[in-house]
Nanobody, 124 residues
Framework: QVQLVESGGGLVQAGGSLRLSCAAS????????GAWFRQAPGKEREFIAT????????DYADSVKGRFTISRDNAKKMVFLQMNSLKPEDTAVYYC?????????????????WGQGTQVTVSS
């Protein structure tokens, strides 16, 4: 069982930046791909970004390309999401996810483990 704990959410003005962190409990985190999803009130969970097991490949949703950057530090068992040029429409609960099977996938059901989420609110 892998436990994921997100941190770094908060309230920021439009145009600002936040960095989300996700800490994993497994000592073999390098064997899991990582991802970030988000869910706004009344909307379905949305793929944001994913990163491969060793961090050599990434993929992003079109809505965040050029503004968000996903990265990882396997020695620290962490995945990060740097969010720049934030917009009010980025407001959502952001979830970290990990899976030990499919590498680089934007499909939520491919992910085996999920964090509890961290709230990001962008004011206009």
């Amino acid at each position: 069982q892998v436990q994921l704990v997100e941190s770094g959410g908060g309230l920021v003005q439009a145009g600002g930046s936040l960095r989300l962190s996700c800490a994993a409990s497994t000592p073999i985190f390098s064997k899991y791909s990582g991802a970030w999803f988000r869910q706004a009130p009344g909307k379905e969970r949305e793929f944001i970004a994913t990163i491969s097991w060793i961090g050599s490949r990434t993929d992003y949703a079109d809505s965040v390309k050029g503004r968000f950057t996903i990265s990882r530090d396997n020695a620290k068992k962490m995945v990060f999401l740097q969010m720049n040029s934030l917009k009010p429409e980025d407001t959502a609960v952001y979830y970290c996810a990990a899976n030990g099977g499919v590498d680089i996938t934007s499909i939520a059901r491919d992910y085996d483990y999920w964090g509890q989420g961290t709230q990001v609110t962008v004011s206009s």
